[in-house]
């Protein structure tokens, strides 16, 4: 029986605000309050609410047989808590059902992965322990922002004690092979990858209400024939897609919301099934492993990095960026903490792609700047405060492992005064209660 594998992403960064070079040392708050507030409860409004109120329609109406996977990262998860509640309160329900499973990703959506193994190794144990406070469940199976992936990315994940990933099927990787097989890491035999099929998950995101697609409309029955009609061995659908698909990317008026609420009665039809990513993997087995010694991503035509790390501004950025990722973990005030996860969300980077054509179009579409120079500026002078209050606090004059033994003093001396106090505070109590008069019988 061939099996779907739907999965959704969400993701909303704390957008800056416009920050000047004059604002550098005297405003430490970088983040446009407004806009993304409006945003979230406009895409709320739109897509969260009632394809939540539609799946949970799917899965109540199919007896649990639809299956549905959900990432979503940390800082949409802090704004949906901030200025949407309710939706929140329809991802429990949904994960009360038993026919969802939340994934695993980098906690601010970064691109740690690409250049410090602590730091994601760090944001996706921080992920995962919001995702089970949330939703009472511990993720299993991994799936990196923007959905890159690497040999290299593949052991780290295998090292966190991951058993499945999920990552863009791209042609040059895969070759001639069907990305509908579940596969393994050829550097991390144990980890499984489900790899996404950008053609059909494609027909719906992006061509779905395209009047000038040969193939418009798309039906319900149809998209199932087409699925059904892929060769016999290939068993394994994955579907990916961001969840902003429904009701933002292609409108209510489209029929996204009627197509998908009809898809489990033509699946069923057809002998199609449903299954999460952790439901694949434990029914599925590899069948060959495979190698990316590069990394790929599921963004533009070229499906690598170029969208985040393609020109000199984004890899000035970036690297200015994680330079002093090892002095912030020495880091104890919170603001600093929040600032530097905020900072590494991978839309900072994608606003100042300077692609063009087609590609170019989608990413000016989605950046809040006139061009990306502007992204560039207002990004770096934000970081550069950022940078000036690490310094203040740990100073780069002062090697890392000579500031971190200074801590750990410090730290040490703030639990042995603690302890002593508590001592003091005991023995004082014990001295008033030998003081005490007995009482004469």
Known sequence: MKTICFYFQI???????????FDIGRDHYYYDDFANEEIIRRIAERCYLPANRLMLDMIRNSDGKFKVAFSISGLALEQLEIYTPEVIDGFKELAATGSVEFLS??????????????????????HAD??????????????????????????????????????????????????????????APELNLLLKNYRFSDDITFRFSNYSWSEYPLTADKFINWIASTPEDEKLINLFMGYDTLGNMQPAESGIFDFFRALPRFAEERGIGFATPS???????????????????????????????????????????????????LVTDRRLKQDWL??????????????????????????????????FINYMNALSDFLDRVEAQYPSSIENEELSAL???IRNQGIEIEKLQQEIKEAKKSKTTQAKPKKQI
């Open 105 to 126: 990703e980098t906690y601010a959506h970064s691109l740690s992965s690409l250049s410090d193994p602590e730091e994601f190794g760090n944001q996706v144990k921080m």
């Open 279 to 329: 439901e694949v993997l434990a029914n599925h087995k590899s069948v060959t492993p495979i190698s990316a010694p590069y990394p790929t991503s599921w963004a533009d035509e070229e499906r690598d990095i170029s969208a985040w790390l393609g020109n000199q501004l984004q890899k000035e950025a970036f690297e200015k960026l994680y330079s002093i990722s090892e002095r912030v973990r």
């Open 407 to 409: 801590l750990a003093t």
């Open 130 to 187: 919001k995702i089970e406070m949330l939703f009472g469940q511990r993720p299993k199976v991994l799936r990196n922002t923007e959905l890159v992936y690497s040999d290299d990315i593949a052991l780290l994940v295998n090292d966190l004690g991951y058993k499945g990933m999920i990552t863009e099927g791209a042609k040059h990787i895969l070759g001639w092979k069907s990305p509908n097989y579940l596969y393994a890491s050829a550097m």
């Open 342 to 375: 905020y900072l590494q969300s991978s839309d900072h980077f994608y606003y100042m792609c300077t692609k063009h054509f087609s590609d170019g179009a989608v990413h000016s579409s989605f950046s809040p700047y006139d061009s990306p120079y502007d992204a």
């Open 11 to 21: 993701h909303q960064p704390f957008r800056l605000k416009r920050y000047r070079f």
